[in-house]
Each structure stands twice: as C-alpha cells, then as structure tokens.
C-alpha cells in the first residue's frame, strides 16, 4: 500500500463546474498538507497549504484536511480551462526537515 | 511565493558526456534543496537531498557517482549527469525548502523550479 493515493483521473468537467480533488493517507503522524498544481512540462506550484486539521481559502480555492479519516481535499470554484492541470498532493511529518511524499497527481481538464 | 529559478530548461547531450543543471533561489537563501526526476504522466520521484556545505543524501537506488550534486552555496546546487546514456533522458526538477514567518521551526515548505528537460541522445 501507497503511503499516500491519489485517483490518476483524468478528469474532465465543464467549465464552471466545482471540482473535488482528493487523497487519502495511511501515516496518522503526518502533518503538514500540500496542494501542488503542475502544468504541462513545467515544475508543480504550490497552490495551498495546511497544517493539521481543518479548511483553508484561497480565491477560487479550498483545501481541507480531516485527519481523523486520513483524507484530504481540494476544491477548485468556477473553474476554468486555465485551471487544465495535474494537481498533486503532497504531505510530511512533523518537524522542520521531512521530505515530502507525493500523491500521483490527478489530471484536471476543463473544458469550455 | 519564493522563487526558484532552474537552468537550462532543455538540453540534449550526446550519450556518454556529463551535462549539468543548476538550481538558483532567487529571492531567499536556501540550507536545503531537493532534486528529483519525473517520468511522463508519473508523480515525483526524491533523488536526493542537497545541503549547503555538507553532502547530499542519496534515495534508495540512486547512484551518487552518476548524478553528482554539489550545494556550494545557500543559493545554488547543481546536479551533474555524468556519463549520461538515452536511459538518463527525463524532466529533471530541483526545489529549495523555504521557512515560513510565524509557523515555528517546523513551518516550511517546498518551492519547485520550472524543471529541465533532459535528452540524451
């Protein structure tokens, strides 16, 4: 079993549509989350970040994290065609000087 | 957000010299950088992690003597392939640890450069 799980997609909605991008989780000690969205050929940028349990905002944005369940999520507002990615998911352990342990990034298309 | 700047973006080389790429923070000095390797359609994979002054820290299955890395600044690292071989062909992309304000010594978080487009032909 994967330390984290990302559903691949490819995932195709309209636009405007809302979208919920997801992963899951087996290491209960992880602590910080990440949302990284990486457009073709070009390196992942960092769209959110979390610590522990909870929601945050940003714009068209929201990350939740429900440590409880080990499960995680991004939703993307009104989305756009420019919103046409692959969004990766990325968490660590507590502690200044953990690497980061990715999901395998979910493609996002928006059509018009 | 910080900015990391990555360089060549491509590059192709013949089969059997070295190429290097080099991985700026522009804006912020970085102790630790991280190099990895991206296959198409496929998620990140750590190479190893770089520290100014001292010597990287190598995955499980990387091979040190053929991706050399080099830390010699808090604002440069470079990955050197050495020997390269059509195999070695990858998008090769570099990130540096950024400490966030008022998140304590465990508040910080990872910035990725554009990426580098290796062939080796």
């Known amino acids: 079993q994967k330390e984290v799980e990302q559903d691949p997609g490819p995932l195709s909605v309209p636009e405007g549509a809302i979208v919920s991008l997801n992963c899951t989780y087996s290491n209960s000690a992880f602590q910080y989350f990440m949302w990284y969205r990486q457009y073709s050929r070009k390196g992942p940028e960092l769209l959110m970040y979390t610590y522990s349990s909870g929601n945050k905002e940003d714009g068209r944005f929201t990350a939740q994290v429900d440590k409880s369940s080990k499960y995680i999520s991004l939703f993307i507002r009104d989305s756009q065609p420019s919103d046409s990615a692959t969004y990766l998911c990325a968490m660590r352990l507590s502690g200044g000087y953990n690497k980061l342990i990715f999901g395998a990034g979910t493609r996002l298309a928006v059509h018009p | 957000g910080a900015v990391v700047s990555q360089h060549p973006s491509w590059v192709i080389c013949k089969s059997g010299t070295s190429v290097k790429i080099e991985c700026r923070s522009l804006?912020?000095?970085?102790?630790?950088m991280f190099w990895y390797r991206q296959f198409p359609k496929q998620s990140l994979m750590l190479m190893a992690t770089?520290?100014?002054?001292?010597?990287?820290?190598?995955e499980q299955g990387v091979e040190k003597d053929k991706f050399l890395i080099n830390h010699a600044s808090l604002t440069l690292s470079t990955l050197t392939v050495t020997s390269a071989h059509p195999e070695d062909s990858s998008f090769y992309i570099c990130?540096?640890?950024?400490?966030?304000?008022?998140?304590?010594?465990?508040?910080?978080?990872?910035?990725f450069g554009e990426g580098s487009w290796l062939t080796v032909v």
């Open positions: 990130s540096a640890r950024v400490h966030l304000n008022g998140q304590g010594s465990s508040g910080n978080t990872i910035y």
């Open positions: 770089s520290n100014e002054g001292s010597k990287a820290t190598y």
């Open positions: 804006d912020f000095q970085a102790t630790t």
